[in-house]
């Protein structure tokens, strides 16, 4: 039977994009380190669509979990189709001020499982001659922001990997899809009601729900990359033609300054 297989599908993006694939009819694989949340939302899921959904508790910041996964979907006698890499977390700190767990944490989760789960389940996909893969990338993929210098370089990896990857894999029926949204309304996000609204309704934040529609969208199109939303592709403009220096007023913005103050 084939599955959907999505990592950090308990909440946020991935749970949108596990509830929109079960929509359309995909059985799907609740991955994430939640136990309680991914026997939850699975329950739910099936319950909604009349498809067959699975949790699958896995810290993906620990070694061999990709290993583990794979070994596990093996042993239940699942096939992948399509597998979304978007399990994630967001760091905001200089690199002096920040925990080096938490730095190994992020370069785990964004970097080394990501590329273990494609390099499994692609090399399947790959001799089958069909399949889905969706990488979520961000947009700070493509320039530095100041106090996200760890959870940038992770992206830019993501970027460079996933779109060499479409490369090695489109003569063999694969598509590859990197993602870069902006910012994104989830829990990851501590912002004041007052702020999120008014970062919404201008179009400087995007909803989950949006950015997964767009997202499979251009996966199912077969296309390399999707920046998601006008207000994102102004900003990957930005990104790309201003240089470096032109970022660094963004230090003196109160809301940075106060950041700073705290670190």
């Known amino acids: 039977m084939d599955y959907a297989l999505i990592t950090g599908a308990s909440s946020g993006i991935g749970l949108e994009y596990a509830r929109q694939l079960a929509r359309g009819g995909h059985n799907v694989i609740i991955v994430s380190n939640r136990d309680e949340d991914n026997r939850r939302v699975a329950a739910e899921i099936a319950a909604e669509y009349s498809v067959s959904a699975l949790p699958l508790y896995a810290d993906l910041s620990q070694e061999g979990a990709a290993d583990r996964i794979y070994e596990w979907v093996t042993a239940q006698g699942l096939t992948v189709d399509i597998l979304i890499n978007n399990a994630g977390m967001l760091l905001f700190s200089t ?133 998601p939303g006008f207000a994102t592709k102004l900003e990957y403009l930005a990104c790309s033609l201003l240089p470096a220096r032109a970022l660094l007023p963004l230090l003196h913005l109160p809301p940075v300054k106060r950041l700073l103050s705290r670190l």
């Open 95 to 227: 690199l002096e001020h920040t925990d080096p767990s938490r730095i190994d944490r992020i370069i785990a989760l964004h970097c080394t499982t990501p590329t273990h789960l494609c390099r499994l389940f692609g090399s399947d996909m790959k001799r089958r001659r069909s399949g889905r893969i969706l990488i979520m990338s961000s947009i700070t993929a493509w320039t530095p922001y100041p106090t996200m210098s760890h959870y940038g370089a992770t992206k830019v990896y993501l970027r460079n990997f996933g779109q060499s990857l479409w490369y090695e894999m489109r003569d063999y029926g694969v598509s590859v899809t990197t993602v870069f949204p902006s910012a994104v309304d989830t829990p990851l996000y501590d912002l004041d009601e007052k702020v999120r609204k008014r970062l919404l309704g201008v179009g400087l934040m995007m909803s989950a729900g949006e950015l997964a529609r767009r997202g499979l969208n251009a996966m199912f199109r077969g296309r390399r990359r999707c920046i």
